[in-house]
């Protein structure tokens, strides 16, 4: 198709007017709902508005730009806003490929009739609530859960942010299945590994699940300076050893990609002259592959199990979540596959996603699939998180052209 070519300059202008609503250094700082959130969203209704689309910012503030076409529709998007003081380019990126696919394929004679609807979901950061949005718009998300969300940072309830961006009493749009073919996402790596492959972009097998525990350990609280070593029923201790045993035991069953993290340790009562009588750790490990997931599951398991009948403290694990991983559309991959073949031949490679993203909601409903471009040095979540000019292009182009694809055939 001749006519679907992208206008770099476009492409780039977009994300550096975006990049300038709520600067910060080289970064910005866009949290949900914020003025300068909402002053994002109010730009992206403006471009899709001058395009031709019907576009809005619903009750959760969810924006969703229209597509005349009623033919052939697909569904791009992203989310809008940023974590606090971080990158440019995160959520951003699949906004400005969004719109890119929108206005090409609303101009293109080859493709009349056919369209691109594009959303930028609200809080896929998590300010208030991991995937307002996206729960949002598939029905997944109930008034309750709207009154009980609060802020992360200042403690505001999403009713009242709600409130003072005006949009209090403004409906939430659902998502019209039937209409569309799928969903497309792009997104920043937010890892290293496009980059030291070398590659220009990594299309999405899966998006990993993460399973989330806490472990607490019971010993006795008891002096530093009195209580002899041989006695001792030190919780700290208990905690640092499983962990220790826990790592080794994931480095013999896990994956190529398997991670996993300890996230927090927290001894009790905290102080440097008392034997910590309570300890509790956050543990997390995450794949795409669900036999694997289960086998971690259950190495943890048995690992907590033998502890417990070793001692000297007693050992405690509870399953905070668990999720699915999200398997994208086998067409919607090969048209990604296609589309970068066409533009960077040998350059592009499946990979699973490490990071949680809104296409994984959208997965359980329709068709979806993902596509990332390289993350300098990997880092992310920062203000210093960037990508070359030449990879937001190249991006763009295979993005666009696996649009027109799934659009174009049969
Ligand atoms: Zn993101």
Redesign the pocket.
């Known amino acids: 198709m001749t006519d679907v070519a992208i206008d770099p300059d476009r492409v780039l202008g977009n994300l550096y007017a975006l990049r300038e609503i709520g600067k910060y250094k080289t970064g910005v700082h866009r949290p949900t709902l914020s003025t300068q959130d909402i002053e994002a969203r109010q730009w992206l209704v403006d471009e899709l508005n001058a395009i031709g689309h019907a576009a809005q910012i619903d009750g959760i503030a969810n924006v969703f730009g229209q597509s005349p076409a009623s033919d052939r529709v697909i569904l791009a998007g ?2 809008i806003e940023s974590q606090n003081h971080a990158g440019w380019l ?2 951003a990126l699949g906004i400005v490929y969004a719109l890119e696919a929108a206005t090409v394929i609303a101009g293109s004679e080859t493709l009349r009739g056919k369209g691109v609807d594009v959303i930028a979901f609200a809080d ?2 998590g300010h208030f609530n991991n995937f307002l949005g996206s729960y949002s718009f598939v029905g997944e998300l109930d008034e309750t859960a709207i009154d009980q969300s609060r802020n992360r940072t200042n403690g505001i309830g999403l009713r009242d942010a709600l409130s003072s961006a005006g949009l209090a009493g403004t409906p939430r749009l659902v998502m019209e299945r039937q209409r569309y073919e799928g969903f497309l996402e792009a ?1 920043i790596e937010q890892g290293d590994w496009l980059e030291s492959e070398g590659l220009d972009v990594g299309i999405v097998e899966s998006i990993v699940s993460i399973c989330q525990y806490r472990l607490v350990f019971e010993g006795i609280q008891n002096h530093a300076g009195t209580t002899r070593m041989a006695i001792r029923k030190d919780a700290g201790v208990a905690a640092r050893n499983l962990l220790q045993r826990i790592d080794e035991a994931f480095l013999d069953h896990s994956a190529p990609r398997t991670v996993w993290t300890t996230g927090r340790i927290t001894l009790d009562p905290g102080a440097p002259s008392i034997i910590p009588g309570r300890a509790e750790v956050l543990f997390q490990f995450r794949d795409a592959d669900p036999d694997k997931l289960e086998e971690l599951h259950n190495v943890l398991h048995g690992l907590v199990e033998e502890d417990n009948s070793t001692g000297p403290c007693r050992v405690s694990i509870e399953t905070i979540s668990r999720s699915v991983p999200a398997v994208m559309d086998p067409n919607i991959k090969a048209s990604f596959d296609q589309a970068a073949e066409q533009h960077t031949p040998a350059r592009h490679a499946r990979m699973p996603s490490g ?1 949680g ?1 809104d296409a994984q909601i959208i997965a359980r409903h329709i068709p979806a699939g993902m596509l990332f471009v390289p993350s300098i040095g990997g880092i992310s979540h920062h203000y210093t998180e960037n990508t070359s000019d030449e990879h937001i292009v190249m991006g763009a182009r295979v993005f666009v052209s696996a649009a027109a694809r799934l659009l174009s055939s049969a």
């Open positions: 992203s989310h995160d959520g896929e950061e997104h990071a993203h």
